[in-house]
């Protein structure tokens, strides 16, 4: 094949990723859980270009240059090296969430990739090996791979850090777009800034894998509940320790907090639902399907609103992105 169309969906931790013990072959420093959602896709297609000079990628149309074009170069790197090839190739991109704001865009972005790339690079790799090969664009992808829940393992190294499926009870999501702009420091950057200089970085690997092993039996006994709590407290204690940085980094707009409060409200009158933010101003509501209409409509007033479901892992399409 020397034409290959994937498209992949943002996931959305509930137990958070945060800091790399190896930059190289993105290794976390603890495991992570996340739902993989039904909206907001990448779609890419990767043709290989024996004509050309040099890789091209176009993301919604533009062609991209600067940190976007050399980060997808270096991925196709990875991926000539593991094919024995040296074809540049030219990357085409459609991308429905806002790139850069939080909205895990480089989770579909590097699963739909990596899916894409292999396939038209002729690398044949199982989920397992997919993961691995999302990973190494950006940690988060490596969950997107997988529909669902997924949990992805910190393993020894290589070879053992990839994601899973899980099984966890009917969740949804509510998406509350606070503010649709890049944000202004990139997640790779925050967490090596959070590894040197936050006096609290010590605590967070063995804390995050104790959360992991909570939420992982919670799933398993279909505690929502626990399910939930586990999930508010993990995405502000993540926040908790970006904001401990030197120079702090602050993620969280006054309007994300009232978006927390709204939903503390929303608990403390007998609706299940519990907030969640990635690097960003935007928050995520999980929620019980039944209480997703209702819980959306609160959620009006502080932006843009959108409910997901659990949505399908990473998968090859015919046609072009
Ligand atoms: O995959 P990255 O490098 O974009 O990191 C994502 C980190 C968070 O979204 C904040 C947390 C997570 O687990 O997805």
Redesign the pocket.
Known sequence: MTAATARAFP???L????GKRDEEL?LPVAG?L?LTLDILPTTTTVSLAPEAEADRFELNGREATGESLRRVAAFLDLVRSLAGSQTPAFVRSRNEAPTGA?L?S??SG?AALATAAAAAYGLDLDARGLSRLARRG????S?SIVPGVAV?HAGDGDETSFAEAVAAPEMHMVIVTVDAGEKPV???VA?RRTALTSPFAEAWPRTTEESLAEMISACEAGDFTRIGRITETHALR?HALIQSADPPIRYLTPRSVAVFDAVAELRERGVEAYATA???PNVVVLVQSADAEAVAARMEEFGRVQIAKPGPGVELLEGDA
Not at 15 to 18: A, D, G
């Open positions: 996931n959305i931790a137990v958070k990723y945060w993105i992570s996340s939080g895990a480089s989770a590097f950006s940690g988060s992808a969950r992805w990139s997640s790779r967490m993540m990635d690097a960003g």
